[in-house]
């Protein structure tokens, strides 16, 4: 796995977290931790952990399917609807081994692989090393220059809705791809993306922490809860469990703010 930075607290040369306000570094007022590359630390390893669970989310998606082949068994006469295919599911899946085997293509270049074997290899088998190939090279493609990428776009999406310059082509089953430049930091989003996404699928929940510092101003009790964000990071929302009371906008971030205050106290009676 590509290095890792620590916190970044010289503003000289940083940038932004690439993730913006779902930064996992973000500060009480919701602003991505700096750094001298496009990434925080924590996301960085969010990016790793997201391909690394690839191949094992993948099976889980095969679990969705319906059983096919000599495992079906086909009683003659029947009056039951076949089971539909989860076509959702099935696009899913392909659109999971092109993108990671696209980025795995560029990154072979960058590093001086050698070129994979000749032949088809099943989606599963070419996932995991594309999977193990870009984890041992993960700051090679975060750092990837911009190069045009093929990506399949979903017969609900409506052409307008399309950046401006896209490039759209349509193969031979009609299928709708998408022509754009995108470099390592486009990479690394779009695995936050698909690892999101997988999760939506499988009906994963997702991770909610508690927040102990302060009490919430509705009920005064100490039971306020934020919910994981789909793209990675905390949701700019906080909900109480005990009473109706939330903050989202200009609350959030007095109440983050209050969190933040109460942290460096915490902080200085301990040292």
């Not at 989202?248 to 109440?255: H, R, V």
């Amino acid at each position: 796995m590509g290095a890792r930075y620590d916190r970044y607290d010289d503003d000289e040369g940083a940038v932004p977290c690439a993730t913006g306000r779902h930064c996992a570094e973000r500060d009480y007022q919701g602003n991505p931790g700096l750094g001298p590359r496009a990434f925080c630390a924590t996301d960085e390893g969010r990016i790793a952990d997201a391909i690394a669970g690839l191949p094992e989310t993948y099976a889980q998606l095969r679990l969705l399917l319906p059983v096919t082949g000599q495992q079906e068994e086909r009683v003659t006469g029947s009056r039951e609807a076949p089971v539909p295919v989860n076509l959702d599911v099935q696009a899913f899946m392909r659109q999971v081994v092109h993108v990671t085997c696209s980025w795995e293509d560029q990154v072979r270049a960058a590093v001086s692989l050698s070129d994979l074997p000749e032949g088809r290899r099943r989606d599963g088998v070419a996932l995991a090393q594309a999977c193990r190939t870009l984890n041992a090279h993960l700051t090679a493609l975060l750092s990837l220059p911009a190069e045009d990428k093929a990506r399949f776009e979903p017969p609900s999406r409506k052409l307008g809705e399309l950046p401006p310059g896209s490039v759209v082509q349509i193969d031979s089953a009609g299928d709708a791809w998408v022509m754009a430049a995108m470099d390592g930091t486009a990479a690394g989003l779009e695995f936050l993306q698909l690892h999101g996404r997988a999760r939506g699928m499988l009906g994963l929940t997702r991770q909610r922490r508690r927040i102990t510092e302060v009490p919430c101003d509705g009920c005064r009790a100490k039971t306020l809860v934020q919910s994981e964000a789909k793209a990675g990071g905390w949701e700019p929302v906080v909900r109480c469990t005990a009473c109706p009371m939330s903050y989202t906008g200009a609350s959030y971030d007095l109440l983050m703010g209050r969190v933040y205050q109460a942290q460096l106290e915490a902080l200085s009676k301990a040292s």
